[in-house]
């Protein structure tokens, strides 16, 4: 079964300092997502991205988010300058199509120490 | 902006009985209903999901049911075993947004 993978999976980083988180989405899906997840709370959405652009995006995805797709077959989240407060679990998801149908990813472990 | 919630937020049950976790949302835009289930530092994975145009749908020991006009979905779990203890999330969303919303989660605690 096609798999989203994500490297890597734990990321310990210094506060202020910048991270890049990897993606492979599955390779015919066309939309591209990140989550995060605060340990032990709810799935919360950052972002989405389709056609080479962002989608839509949260109110927790300010200016010191980016996501790119360099290439064709990999989709980054970059963190410019870490907050404490952003140590989470950061899941990538990718679907076929709109509105549905959301593979994601095992996930980074974000450390910010 | 779409909001879910979702309850209970922790569950016992006995093995072999039966689990139902109930989730509400806002948008009446919203039409795929998705059930994730998440064991402990694991991914969301997919275990059903439902769309606007059908009321229910099944899947060996799992059901979810849908009602529209009230704006509620449920996922029912029979024959409960040991493996299903997990976090399950509810999610709603729709062909207009390129995004799905989750509820807080459930924590499902089969007994033995």
């Known amino acids: 079964e096609p798999e989203v993978t994500q490297t890597p999976s734990h990321q310990v980083t210094q506060m202020g300092q910048e991270v890049i988180l990897r993606c492979v989405p599955i390779s015919n899906h066309l939309y591209f997502y990140w989550y995060r997840q605060i340990l032990g709370q709810k799935v919360e959405f950052l972002v989405s991205f389709y056609n080479n652009e962002i989608s839509e995006k949260s109110e927790i995805f300010d200016d010191q988010f980016s996501v790119e797709r360099p290439d064709g077959s990999n989709f980054t989240l970059k963190i410019r300058s870490t907050k404490l407060e952003d140590s989470a679990m950061y899941f990538c998801?990718?679907?076929?199509?709109?509105?549905?149908?959301?593979?994601f990813g095992s996930g980074t472990r974000l450390t910010v120490v | 902006g779409e909001n879910v919630e979702q309850h209970p937020s922790t569950l016992s049950v006995q093995e072999g009985d039966s689990a139902v976790i109930k989730c509400t949302y806002s948008d009446s835009a919203s039409n795929y209903f998705p059930w994730y289930k998440q064991e402990l530092g694991k991914r969301p994975q997919l275990i059903i999901d439902?769309?606007?145009?059908?009321g229910e749908k099944k899947d060996q020991r799992i059901a979810v049911t849908l009602n529209k006009t009230a704006k509620h979905f449920s996922l029912h779990i029979t024959e409960t075993q040991p493996e299903d203890s997990a976090v399950y999330f509810c999610a709603a969303g729709s062909n207009r947004d390129d995004k799905i919303i989750f509820g807080k989660g459930t924590r499902l605690h089969i007994l033995p």
């Open positions: 998801a990718s679907s076929e199509a709109r509105g549905g149908g959301y593979t």
């Open positions: 439902i769309r606007s145009n059908v």
